[in-house]
């Protein structure tokens, strides 16, 4: 087994929205995607105060890919057009397929905005290959109990398996692309060695603290893009560490993007805003 050198390293970028700090290390100045990771934006961290207007993501259409919600602090309702409903707290994720469409929102809950309190959120785009662009829209979210958390080596390490398989456990989450996705926490000393196949693309985000990663020093709000020569990563903590980890096989297709829609072609994205005009979004045909 060898260490996959790192090919380059990416900053999230500040962006605000509203009076939620945003950054976003990807599509940045360097990168477009680690296909098929398309996209990230980490909100907070920050403390709301009470009487608050919570999150502005209010009712909004999706096709073509995938969402993946990580709420590390504070609580987020979801509601879309498929009938799901849920709020998801501290630790827990949310996994949406759009598929060929939906509209969704995510808000905070009436207490959240009543009471305020800490809030800090992560949420990845997946892109989806042609053939399945068009699948059945689905929604799947998980309690923090609901995801098994695991030692990983070092007893200062644990990671939440959110798919597939880590340090013997499985996550709960079966993915249509065979994404593994994991959260990493650190205590700071400590180390550990994660599984990174070179056929597969590595998604490695630092989400709080100051780490050595196959021997560099990175800091926190950095993505990490690995050359294919190694099948391992390495992180060393030198302070608390949390770390979005995963890798999927590149999907190596022509991504076109319009807002909210990600598909194959122009025409593809002229059809999903007719469609999402039309009210054909509803997730039910």
């Not at 934006?41 to 995938?66: D, K």
Request: hydrophobic share 40%; with cysteine; proline share 7%.
């Amino acid at each position: 087994m060898s260490l996959r050198s790192v090919h380059a390293v990416h900053p999230a970028e500040r962006d605000d929205i509203r009076d939620l700090i945003t950054r976003r290390p990807v599509p940045g100045r360097k990168v477009e995607q680690i296909d098929p990771f398309l996209f990230l934006n980490h909100h907070g961290p920050q403390v709301y105060r009470p009487n608050n207007q919570g999150l502005p993501f209010g009712p909004h259409p999706h096709r073509g890919f995938e969402t993946v919600t990580f709420i590390l602090e504070g609580e987020l309702a979801h509601h879309d057009t498929g009938g799901h409903e849920s709020i998801i707290r501290a630790g827990g994720v949310q996994w949406m397929t759009a598929g060929r469409g939906l509209v969704h929102s995510e808000l905070s809950p009436d207490a959240f905005k009543r009471d305020g309190g800490p809030l800090e959120i992560l949420q990845l785009w997946v892109n989806l290959p042609s053939n399945l662009k068009m699948v059945a829209p689905r929604y799947i979210g998980l309690q923090a109990n609901e995801m098994p958390t695991v030692p990983a080596g070092d007893a200062r390490v644990s990671l939440t398996a959110v798919s597939g398989h880590w340090f013997g456990a499985t996550g709960p989450i079966q993915t249509l692309i065979d994404v593994q996705l994991a959260i990493v926490r650190i205590g700071a000393g400590a180390s550990v060695t994660l599984p990174a196949p070179n056929s597969r693309n590595v998604f490695c985000y630092l989400v709080k603290g100051e780490v050595s990663i196959n021997g560099d020093a990175l800091a926190a709000f950095n993505l990490v893009e690995f050359a294919h020569d190694g099948d391992e990563v390495e992180i060393v903590a030198s302070s608390d560490a949390v770390v979005l980890f995963g890798h999927a096989e590149p999907i190596g297709e022509p991504v076109v993007s319009h807002g909210p829609f990600v598909m194959n072609t122009q025409a593809e994205i002229h059809q999903a805003i007719l469609d999402y005009q039309a009210g054909k979004m509803n997730g039910a045909g």
